[in-house]
């Protein structure tokens, strides 16, 4: 097969907004089409045609039990695919969406089982950016989409790494450029009780569990409403099946490294091959003298972010994709306070990792 590559600008977008047609056609017509959100890459097929969804699965790799999530362009179309039960799901809605978040409710009959993994709920994600909500707007259906990567490997934040993974096997890629965020949606559920109400962060990403409460505490709800991680809840079925699987992994072992001392012992294990680092200038300048020290001579050291923990989420996996590029057997990874866009960003690193130091 054939892999059309267009590039496109989000200004392009709002002026010429026909651009998209023909990748719309194609996904109305049951075929993929790899497109940017603001997060990452999607991976997109026609989410009310089972058949078009299966390619999904099969092109990725990825376990069937993994559920995938639906895309739409508007807000009033959710009532077409999902129930929304209460008012704090009503009012995420109202003020969360677009954006780089996606909310699990009850399904309607008309998303297939074969979307949701069998589960009663469907991820409905509305994102921002002007091209993904054009795509979806043209196609004139929703669009499931996972991440636009073999299953297990970090995520694709840019369009070369969805043609290095999936060129021949997808007609249609549109490159919009890097992505904004970099890392995944969060992926939250509503769960109501008598007395009160929880929101359950499954996956966390750029809006942060903070921006959740945030958002609580400047809206009245008839009951007292919690924010909570629910990987901090004991479940006997995870609530997220994706949650469960190794993730995000280069090619390289991956080693967070929060204390230097106790690095050392595994630096020497990697002491004559090719060590990655990732991290942020002072983190760079003292892994340099250990490495030095140690007598390691092949150093391939990247600069994380310079400026805040937004540039860090943006550049994660990007970053492991030059990391694999270079053949190092070892990445060394800052250890990054796990609060707010810290906390998402490590749980990134923690799944992609085999040490943690
Ligand atoms: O930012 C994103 O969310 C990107 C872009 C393309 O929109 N998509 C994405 O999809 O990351 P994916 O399939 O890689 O991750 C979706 C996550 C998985 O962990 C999956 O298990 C979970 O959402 N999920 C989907 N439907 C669910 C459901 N009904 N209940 C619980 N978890 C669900
Ligand atoms: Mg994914």
Redesign the pocket.
């Known amino acids: 097969m054939n892999t059309k590559v267009i590039k496109i600008t989000n200004q392009e977008i709002k002026e010429n907004p026909y651009l998209l047609r023909e990748a719309a056609k194609i996904i109305a017509e049951g075929e993929v089409v790899a497109f940017p959100?603001e997060?990452?890459?999607?991976l997109g097929a026609n989410a009310l045609n089972e058949k078009a969804v299966r390619k999904i699965f099969e092109l990725k790799g990825r376990p069937s039990d993994?559920?995938?999530?639906v895309?739409l362009h508007s807000k009033e179309l959710i009532k077409n695919y999902a129930e929304i039960s209460n008012e704090v799901e009503k009012q995420i809605v109202e003020d969360l969406m677009p954006g780089?978040l996606?909310l699990?409710l009850k399904k309607k009959e008309i998303i297939s089982s074969i979307v949701?993994a069998g589960?009663p709920?469907?991820?409905i994600?509305i994102?921002y950016n002007p091209i993904a909500q054009k795509l979806i707007e043209l196609s004139g259906v929703p669009i499931s989409?996972?991440?636009?990567n073999l299953s297990g490997k970090p995520?694709a934040t840019e369009a070369q790494t969805v043609i290095e993974e999936f060129a021949g096997k997808i007609p249609f890629v549109i490159d919009g450029g890097k992505t904004h965020i970099g890392i995944?949606?969060t992926?939250i559920?509503v769960k109501e009780e008598e007395t009160k109400y929880s929101i359950l962060i499954?996956?966390p990403?750029f809006i942060t569990k903070e921006d959740l409460e945030n958002f609580v505490n400047e809206n009245k709800f008839s009951k007292q409403v919690e924010v909570i991680y629910s990987e901090n809840i004991q479940q006997e079925t995870p609530?997220?099946?994706?949650?469960k699987y190794k993730h995000y992994s280069p090619k390289s072992h991956v080693a967070i490294i929060k204390d230097f001392k106790k690095a050392e012992e595994l630096i020497k294990d990697f002491k004559n091959e090719k060590i990655g680092v990732l991290g942020r200038k002072n983190f760079l300048k003292e892994v340099k003298k250990i490495l030095t020290y140690l007598g390691v001579k092949n150093i391939f050291e990247l600069e994380w972010c310079e400026y805040d923990l937004i540039d860090c989420a943006r550049n994660l996996f990007f970053a492991y994709r030059i990391f694999d590029k270079e053949n190092v057997a070892i990445i060394l990874v800052e250890y990054l306070e796990e609060k707010g866009l810290g906390y998402s960003i490590m749980n990134r690193v923690k799944k992609s990792s085999t040490y943690f130091i």
Do not use: C, D, F, W
């Open positions: 959100t997060t990452v890459y999607g993994n559920p995938l999530i895309h780089p996606t699990i949701t589960l709920t469907v991820g994600r994102p989409a996972p991440s636009a995520s995944e949606s992926v559920m499954l996956r990403g609530l997220s099946p994706g949650q």
